[in-house]
């Protein structure tokens, strides 16, 4: 099983229990779990949990709810030295549409940032620390699974370019280099939707926070740039 797998298998029984022991509806207790961005941090601590019992899973989720925190701490991987973001600079025909990218996986976007110092032949690559501070005023899209739904928001984005929605931050998977090949084929209509998702199960996926707005950009706050020579 991927981590992906694990993680909504984790989600989707805490899911069921809080429902079941505070008697809120599937999308009253969805709401409170993408308001405390459970799912991202079930992943971040996915090493842990799946040494656990799925009841010890569920302790987790509910004392981080109680605790009501909605910030994340996101991390953007580059090799260009930048004091401000600019979203006009942003690269074009993204999954998320055009717009800031982050990831909530350090290792992740370090990764990332050395990839694309070999690319661009720099010397120097950065990881920029930021805190998203989430709050009502903010018009968030979360992507918890790899599902059709998903699959057709990256086709929108990566065909058409620019900006194919009105949300100010995304947060889902990455069509990276484990999962682009499937979502290729179900773009390029050889897979359908159902096939390309059967077969996306068994890929490891990354994480991905993409900031879309400048409204976005206000909550989300500079802590550190860290420096690293190839």
Request: aromatic content about 14%.
């Amino acid at each position: 099983m991927s981590v992906q797998s694990d993680c909504e298998m984790i989600f989707i029984h805490c899911i069921e229990e809080y429902k079941k022991n505070y008697f809120v509806s599937t999308d009253e207790a969805n709401i409170i779990f993408q308001n405390s961005h459970i799912f991202e941090k079930i992943l971040l601590q996915h090493e842990y949990l799946h040494q656990v019992s799925l009841n010890e899973c569920y302790e987790y989720v509910l004392k981080e709810i109680k605790e009501g925190s909605n910030d994340i701490t996101v991390f953007h991987g580059t090799c260009f030295d930048f004091s401000e973001i600019d979203l006009a600079k942003s690269h074009n025909y993204r999954d998320f549409g055009k717009g800031f990218y982050t990831t909530i996986l350090m290792p992740q976007s370090k990764e990332w940032a050395y990839r694309l110092a070999l690319r661009e032949k720099k010397d120097k690559y950065y990881i920029y620390e930021y805190l998203f501070e989430d709050n009502e005023t903010l018009n968030v899209k979360h992507f918890d699974s790899l599902n059709e739904e998903w699959l057709e928001f990256i086709k929108e984005n990566r065909i058409k370019g620019g900006l194919q929605h009105n949300y100010d931050v995304v947060i889902g998977p990455v069509a990276d280099d484990n999962t682009m090949e499937t979502v290729q084929l179900y773009m390029s209509n050889i897979l359908t939707a159902k096939e390309a998702v059967k077969r996306l199960k068994y890929n490891k996926v990354n994480n991905q926070v993409s900031f879309h707005t400048k409204n976005a950009l206000k909550h989300l706050k500079l802590v550190r740039r860290i420096e690293f020579n190839e």
